[in-house]
């Protein structure tokens, strides 16, 4: 990668690449780094362009693995990356492009190798990675640095602190997405990971004077639904050799994604998925149910899930101190809206799930609307289209049914609710029929189809329907 726009077919001939992995170190002040992360990449498009990136990336990062014991040069990255975002605010306020592009590609080349790193070694190991830096003979540090844990608190304070434009949706995506890599770990171990470098910076470190915002962020980005940009910011920078094209490349959000998740969200990844991301508020959304189902420490709970279950509505004028310490204030009646338009995705129904479970703020906030249809009917719409969706989001769907069924005024008012020609139904046609009828109704043809169609049943959901 350089100044050239940049395909994955590029990358194992790149020199520039090749001196980043190589056994010499590169000092952070060197010119090189600036030439490294000037580059447009050629987004990958679906999941297999995704994946080929991933593959290619991964010779590339276990050489660079064996050599950075002795270059360091992960670390000069990664600094290079920390000495861009200290001025990123204002870069944003005074419409600096070019920094923020040259930010965004250096932690987009820190996360593509830290997926591979956290593949290939312990967190004890990657803490490691960190660590190493070039000395020069006969010299040590005497100031002890944790890179890794800068890391992730610049993560945290560049995604509650940048604002959510045009020219930031890039770097804020890659911002998201890292943290979501970083809390991989789980995804290779059988155990309940308790512990860790990472869970202890998130839950007990620097960072967690920011749980509240970074949660309210989160579900702000979820709210939001801001699609990708369109590709239109460019830079046209003169220099001895002649022009030098910059683009900011937005349209690398929407194609990358699916990188971390490789198609793996929703219950299948299909063209709808593909042609119209949301990739922001999807990644955000998927960081938000990590950090929430994180689990207690042995000495503390989990700050996330005390955020998200008692955070309350701005229309809540009640001068009544919250007995817990992370709450803060959210705009019920937006939540609600995107939780009933975004059902189609099996994260934003656990989102609900999780919200009617165990938020009572927004449970009694839910119960109240006079709107119910709007909630309730992409909820059966899931449940009629049954053979399309996995298990786990069926399950969830009729555990939020269950929830909403055991309030006797929900249970009056979806019966006086008149339903007109629901398109989606289509085994017959219903010209008029009561939104408790239609509940009924699909749940009937649930239990059907889960105890004559499905080979394998589980068992909790059988029991749910019944």
């Not at 580059?39 to 990336?57: I, N, Q, R, Y």
């Not at 830096?133 to 509650?160: F, K, M, W």
């Not at 919250?322 to 994260?347: G, M, R, V, W």
């Amino acid at each position: 990668m350089g100044a050239n726009t940049s395909q994955v077919s590029d990358l194992s001939e790149s020199q520039s690449i090749r001196t980043l992995i190589g056994p010499d170190a590169i000092s952070e002040n060197e010119p090189f780094w600036n030439q490294l992360i000037s580059f447009t990449f050629t987004s990958p498009t679906s999941s297999a362009d995704a994946k080929l990136l991933e593959e290619a990336v991964i010779p590339l990062a276990k050489t660079l693995i064996q050599n950075n014991p002795r270059s360091g040069n992960f670390g000069a990255l990664v600094r290079v990356f920390l000495s861009r975002t200290k001025e990123l605010k204002i870069s944003t306020e005074c419409q600096d492009q070019l920094f923020i592009w040259q930010a965004h590609n250096a932690l987009f080349l820190v996360r593509c190798l830290l997926k591979v790193f956290i593949r290939e070694m312990s967190e004890e190991e990657l803490h490691l990675q960190f660590s190493y830096q070039e000395r020069a003979p006969g010299t040590y540090d005497s100031i002890c640095e944790d890179l890794l844990e800068e890391l992730v608190c610049n993560l945290v304070h560049l995604i509650v602190e940048v604002p959510l434009l045009d020219i930031t949706y890039n770097i804020l995506f890659e911002s998201v997405t890292t943290l979501l890599v970083l809390l991989s770990y789980q995804l290779f171990h059988k155990e309940i990971l308790r512990e860790g470098l990472i869970y202890g910076y998130l839950t007990k470190g620097r960072c967690l004077s920011l749980t509240s915002r970074l949660v309210k962020t989160l579900l702000y980005n979820f709210i939001r639904q801001e699609k990708c940009p369109p590709a239109t910011h460019v830079l046209q920078t003169q220099s001895d050799g002649g022009g030098l094209l910059y683009g900011l490349a937005s349209g690398v959000a929407s194609g990358l994604w699916s990188v971390f998740t490789l198609g793996g969200v929703g219950s299948r990844p299909g063209a709808e998925q593909e042609q119209n991301p949301l990739p922001l508020s999807n990644q955000s959304l998927l960081l938000l149910l990590v950090l929430a189902n994180l689990t207690d420490g042995p000495d503390c709970p989990n700050p996330y899930r005390q955020a998200v279950t008692c955070f309350k509505n701005t229309q809540d004028t009640s001068s009544i101190p919250s007995p817990q310490p992370h709450t803060f204030q959210i705009n019920f009646n937006s939540l609600y809206t995107a939780l009933c338009e975004q059902q189609k995705s099996d994260q934003v129904t656990l989102l609900l799930y999780t919200l009617l479970h165990q938020n009572s703020n927004m449970r009694t906030y839910i119960l109240s609307r006079t709107d119910m249809e709007n909630l309730v009917l992409p909820i059966l719409e899931i449940l009629y289209h049954v053979e399309e969706r996995n298990s786990h989001h069926v399950y969830m769907a009729l555990i939020i049914l269950l929830i909403l069924t055991e309030d006797d005024t929900f249970n009056r008012s979806i019966h006086e609710v008149v339903l007109k020609n629901i398109s989606w139904y289509t085994e017959r046609v219903l010209t008029e029929i009561s939104l408790g009828s239609l509940l009924i109704l699909v749940v009937i043809r649930t239990i059907q189809f889960n105890m004559t169609r499905t080979r394998v049943r589980p068992k909790a959901m059988t029991k749910t329907n019944i």
